[in-house]
């Protein structure tokens, strides 16, 4: 069964922390819906990869998504500025979704505080 996974991220973020799960992703049948804060633009990876937004995060919804995905780098440090993301991201895990945050990603998390108490992994 095909999931829709929503995708937050922006300028600056780690390159291989966005394409290569994207990749697996999609390989694996699934959609990746790229959210940042205006749709229609381009964002640029720190290794130069560019990536086109699909929708803004005023379109979004995040009962619309199975999972949530949040490349790290600086992406999530800029993303974290502006309260929307953090309370899309908030919502997966209220709702028990998935949330692949790498690296840098679970900076978006922080300020949900609903990581309190539960189990995550890092490196």
Do not use: W
């Amino acid at each position: 069964m095909s999931k829709k996974i929503a995708t937050l991220i922006t300028n600056l973020f780690e390159d291989v922390e966005y394409t290569e799960p994207a990749q697996a992703f999609k390989e694996a049948g699934h959609e990746i819906i790229t959210i940042d804060k205006q749709s229609g633009n381009e964002v640029t990876g720190k290794k130069g990869t560019i990536v086109k937004i699909d929708k803004s995060i005023d379109e979004v919804h995040p009962a619309d998504f199975d999972a949530l995905l949040i490349p790290g780098g600086f992406s999530p440090d800029l993303l974290r500025e502006d309260d929307r993301f953090g309370e899309f991201a908030k919502a997966f895990i209220q709702d028990e979704k998935p949330v692949f945050a790498i690296c840098h990603g679970p900076q978006v998390l922080i300020d949900t505080d609903l990581l309190k108490g539960v189990d995550i992994t890092g490196y």
